[in-house]
């Protein structure tokens, strides 16, 4: 069918379709976004699981390759497949049955779902009974790896029949026989003259294995992707068909770009495969009907009803949410990756929530999920700018104004709702029982909301004040994004001193501020909000001269017990308390009538009074004042 009938047919199926009620019931699955079988285990997952699988295809794997890894998916031991009475379409390299496929797979006749028909079956569908329901599957896949988990481009229509209680009715069946070894028959099953094999990406290694023909030795390893290809090198291939190979960056890309396929090559035979993604099926199995916008959310695409449902899941258990790591020590003052991206090696040190696992999974899926949940930490300290007003589709040009601004005022809700829902999980994340572990993930959300949503001024504001407190480390994928939050922050402050109140604020973290550098392109939301004439480097530059009350009293006690020189104390001269201090400095017995605190208390330490306002703010803020005739200095200020 050529381009313009496909056109034609879309404008007449939208013009069916406006005003109409969608129900949810029908989806289109196709093999473009992710394998046709990974899209239906997640419905699947939705209708609370599989309890029976029916399968009506003309074509399998020899093996069941396809039904086996269909049946892991799913979580289910065997399954029926219709033997149609009439034979089958014959295809070049095909298989009427899955004939060395062991006993797990039961022959039935499904005819009475379809009508009695003599005609050889070309037909493919899938009845998979849930214990909430049922799905069925029609289209153009076949119960093959190759069309199940996509080296083939497919299409299927699926309905969702929640609360189902009818079903496919089968009879007994027979399966075909298969044909002796040198019958001539286009359905033989002869290997094909491209090898196949199959392949997961676990991080940034692809595992895989060689299903035929045999192959050992080594290959040249190719992966291609629907926007790029890439040479990985030579692969090495144990005697049974397994290997295993380096992909770096593969796995960001992936989400971008879509399904990925691996192909090996030894002289002038190829083999080819489909590389399933393992983060993804964890994501599936794990997350059920949220897993659609979580890797939305990893690709890029997400949308304001996505990032409010994500925000939600969050707040419905805040323990779903991807820990920040936890490190101690300060940071160096290397600048961040290029373009605000966050590397893998960045990913290794993310935790996850304490959320599905436990001690009852194994090390290796615990492993995949602890990965999967640090992508999605690590997406959203990504900077992707706001949303276009009404959405950015591209079937735009095809929307009347109506429509158009109907998508807004929905995308405008959305939103809205997604302000107001991570109000509501921001309190819960910096509860005091949190101990400050979710600070570094609160100020991903937030600029991540502000970068999409563009909030008030004040909002975003407000975010800050509450979170930049909790942080104790600058380590991990948000380090930049932390240290260039808190400068700003304190730049743009209406409070004087704020060089001075930056330096005070890195200090108390253990952190040397010569050893900082700011990267503002990290935060474009916060400066844009935030950061009107605002430099970050020169207010840098300020906070590295500037001196904290704390050290100005370092440097003067330093000189009375002349293990420094006398300077460094110029706010302490212009106090209205230098003429003691400055006797001090040349009279022990002076300097013995000085109270140095060890920490800050709101009373004073020779009389037990508590100290009036007014001085209790001085003796916290400035760091000195007086009681009892004394002067009292507080270092740690």
Known sequence: MGGPACEAIAAALRRSAQG???????????????????QLALHAEDLGGVTRMTAVSPYYDLRGEGLDALAALLGIDRGDLHAHPAGTVHGQGSNAWPFDGGPRWNAVNAAEAFGDDDRPLHAKSLELVCRKGRLVLSGSANMTHAGLFGRNVEASVLRIQRGAKAYWVTAKGI??????????????????????????????????????????????????????????????????????????????????????????????????????????????RRTGSIAPRLMAMLAGTETPGDVAAILAWFREDPDRMPASPTMGGGRSGEAGAAEGMVTLADLTAAGFGGRPGGSAEGGETLSVWRHAMALIRAAFTQSRGPWGGGGETDDDDDEDDKEREKRARSEEAANHRSLQIFDELLTTMLAPAAEGRNALMALSLSHFLADRIRPPRGKVQLWLDKVLPQIATFDGPEGDLAIASALLHHAAGRRDENAIRARRYFLRRGIDPALLSVTPESIPAFMALLGAGIDLGHFLGEVLIART??????????????????SGYDS??????????????????SFAKLIVLERFHPSCPRCNMRLPLAAGEDLRLRGVTSCCGRVLLNPDC
């Open 549 to 566: 009350m704390g050290e100005q009293i370092g440097a003067y006690l330093a000189a009375a017990e002349n293990r420094g020189p006398p």
């Open 572 to 589: 302490l001269i212009s106090s209205h308390h230098w003429p003691q201090l400055d006797r001090a400095l040349r009279a022990p017995s």
């Open 175 to 284: 399966a075909p026989s298969r044909l002796t070894a040198g019958e001539p028959d286009d359905t033989d099953a002869a290997l094909p003259s491209l090898g196949i094999l199959s392949a997961s990406l676990e991080g940034e290694t692809i595992r895989g294995r060689v299903l035929a023909p045999r192959l050992t030795g080594t290959a040249e390893a190719f992966l291609r992707t629907p926007r790029s290809s890439h040479a990985l090198g030579t692969v090495r291939i144990g005697a049974d068909g397994t290997f295993e190979l380096a992909a770096h960056g593969i796995e960001l890309e992936s989400w971008e770009n879509g399904r990925l396929i691996l192909a090996l090559e030894r002289g002038e035979k190829r083999w080819e495969g489909f590389v399933s993604i393992a983060a993804a099926l964890e994501l599936i």
């Open 20 to 38: 109409q009620a969608r129900s949810g019931a029908i989806h289109l699955l196709h093999s473009l976004d992710g394998a046709i079988a990974e």
